[in-house]
């Protein structure tokens, strides 16, 4: 089965639903995505359905549990270092690639992985988009420089976790701890089976959704916070009151203001804002047919959904007039609950929302709070003030977010 263009698109609430979930096993990505990446990324929950996509999802899932996420200790020795990073004296600087150096997985002196990392995933995107015509690529010899680099930084890991599985079954025994022992993805695997290549490819279809969903996120945070000094100042006060309180899970959740920021800058700026399904078998969607387009709508087996994210989430019949400013105020109390419509799926929902959805909530919340305690207030030092979007295997700012901070006073 060969899909060759996108031939269905929906920005239709209840087709998003039946495509995610009531009608998830009518819809795939197999066959779109399967090995069009290889050799940087092969088979995962990122290319794969079936049981193998089901066997790889439930690998992943205990990494992403409550007591992993809410591992603020870890996080914050990140957080520190990347606040160090941030110049004091009320410079300008871009944050979008200061941020995605936070990413706890990768050290923070490897500069070249992460140049090699945002071109293969830069090529992978091309290469998704060429579909039947990515043979054009075939003679790119950049490509393939990148991803040897990322290959040859995750199969140092992958050997690392394969010998620490020898050591540990060596005696016949598995290691006691006093307490349960953390998840780690990569251990956990190394434990199924001992084969680098196999380890690599899931670890790679992990990583790579996952490693700049929360930079890109809180980036776009910035950039809107930049242009908004009034909300800065409204967050900045909240965040004030915490006083000495630790920084905790359960405080972070009751943070309206943080909250309300992300949700709004999550509204406009979707990690992924068009996700493509392919039809597995002949199905039907909800609506979209007849000739007011509410009627349900036949789909062929082999056929191309694009499920237009971006458009639902500015529709200015489910968000108002203003549905394409940035107004946190929208999510005070009262609100529509547009989560429960699926009018508002920044991570999608179903079967394939993204299981590090609490993960980049939190740390979201977290980094929001540490720079707006240390930071007074922010500007924008950017001379473009739209958002214009650069489409990778995310979407982010093509200009980058230019701004300044402005450091808080000791008296504070």
Same mark, same amino acid.
């Given at each position: ?39 940087? +990324? ?21 990494? &992403? ?162 242009? $908004? ?28 203001? /943080? ?18 399904? /392919?039809? #597995?078998?002949?199905?039907? +969607? ?11 709508? &036949? ?26 400013? &940035? ?29 590090? $959805? ?12 540490? /720079?707006? $305690?240390? &930071? ?28 300044? #901070?402005?450091?808080? $006073?000791?008296?504070?």
């Amino acid at each position: 089965m060969k899909a060759l263009s996108v031939s269905i698109q929906t920005a239709d609430a209840e087709n998003i639903q039946a495509i995610s979930a009531t009608k998830f096993n009518d819809f795939g990505v197999g066959p779109i995505r399967g090995n069009i990446g290889a050799p940087f +990324l092969d088979r995962g929950v990122f290319t794969d359905d079936g049981e193998f996509w089901k066997h790889s999802r439930a690998l992943i899932r205990p990494t &992403f549990n409550r007591a992993g996420i809410a591992d603020l200790n870890s996080f914050e020795r990140h957080v520190g270092r990347f606040l160090a990073l941030i110049p004091k004296d009320s410079s300008a600087f871009d944050m979008q690639p200061l941020v995605k150096r936070l990413t706890p997985l990768t050290p923070f002196d490897t500069a070249e992985f992460m140049k090699a990392f945002d071109y293969s995933l830069l090529g992978l995107a091309l290469r998704l988009l060429a579909g039947p015509l990515k043979f054009l690529f075939f003679f790119d010899p950049t490509w393939k420089k990148a991803y040897t680099k990322v290959h040859a930084f995750v199969d140092r890991h992958v050997a690392h976790a394969i010998e620490k599985h020898r050591e540990i079954t060596k005696g016949g025994k598995p290691i006691s701890h006093a307490a349960p022992p953390k998840y780690i993805l990569l251990h956990e695997m190394a434990a199924e089976t001992q084969d680098p290549y196999y380890l690599r490819s899931q670890i790679l279809n992990v990583f790579f959704p996952a490693r700049d969903t929360a930079a890109i996120a809180f980036g776009n945070i910035m950039f809107e916070l930049a242009r $908004q000094p009034r909300i800065w100042q409204d967050l900045r006060a909240e965040v004030l009151r915490i006083g000495s309180q630790i920084i905790t899970f359960e405080l972070l959740k009751s943070l309206k203001v /943080v909250k309300a920021v992300i949700n709004e800058t999550l509204r406009l700026h979707l990690p992924a804002s068009r996700i493509t399904r /392919v039809a #597995l078998r002949d199905t039907v +969607l909800p609506v979209g047919g007849g000739g007011d387009g509410r009627s349900p709508l &036949f789909v062929t087996k082999g056929q191309l959904v694009e499920m237009d994210l971006f458009t639902l989430q500015r529709d200015p019949d489910i968000w108002g007039h203003d549905a394409h400013e &940035f107004k946190p105020g929208r999510w005070d109390e009262g609100r529509p609950l547009w989560e429960a419509k699926w009018q508002y799926e920044p991570f999608l929902g179903g079967m394939r929302m993204c299981p590090a $959805q609490g993960q980049v909530l939190l740390q979201l919340a977290y980094l929001l709070v540490r /720079v707006t $305690q240390e &930071f007074e207030s922010i500007e924008n030092r950017d001379e473009e003030i739209n958002y214009i979007e650069e489409i990778k295997m995310t979407v982010e700012s093509r200009n980058g977010v230019k701004i300044a #901070l402005i450091p808080a $006073q000791c008296s504070d």
